[in-house]
Nanobody, 113 residues
Framework: VQLQASGGGLVQAGGSLRLSCASS????????MGWYRQAPGKQRELVAG???????SYADSVKGRFTISRDIAKNTVYLQMNDLKVEDTAVYFC????????WGQGTQVTVSS
């Protein structure tokens, strides 16, 4: 099973991007789908997650600006990012957890001032 992340790019501060993470096939028993990011010289951090029951959680730094959602039929999770800031610049990774951790390959998001 592969997770394919896409949607990153270069955007000016205040702009928007939507990231997608699609699975090559349905994965049973997924408990949590999340988006992580890692900026140069920093640890990878969880920015948004969605649980099997649909509950969502966000890092304080992105609350009110980012929205995580999923399309179960398409085996896809999304991250809508609005009002992007320079400090949002990072490589973004998707992660799905069942009894195993599945990781996408990462997509670069660069926000210019």
């Amino acid at each position: 099973v592969q997770l394919q992340a896409s949607g990153g790019g270069l955007v000016q501060a205040g702009g928007s991007l939507r990231l997608s993470c699609a699975s090559s096939r349905r994965i049973p028993g997924i408990r949590h789908m999340g988006w992580y990011r890692q900026a140069p010289g920093k640890q990878r951090e969880l920015v948004a997650g969605i649980y099997a029951n649909g509950a969502t959680s966000y890092a304080d730094s992105v609350k009110g600006r980012f929205t995580i959602s999923r399309d179960i039929a398409k085996n896809t999770v999304y991250l809508q990012m609005n009002d992007l800031k320079v400090e949002d610049t990072a490589v973004y990774f998707c992660n799905w957890k069942s009894g195993y951790d599945y990781w996408g390959q990462g997509t670069q998001v660069t926000v210019s001032s």
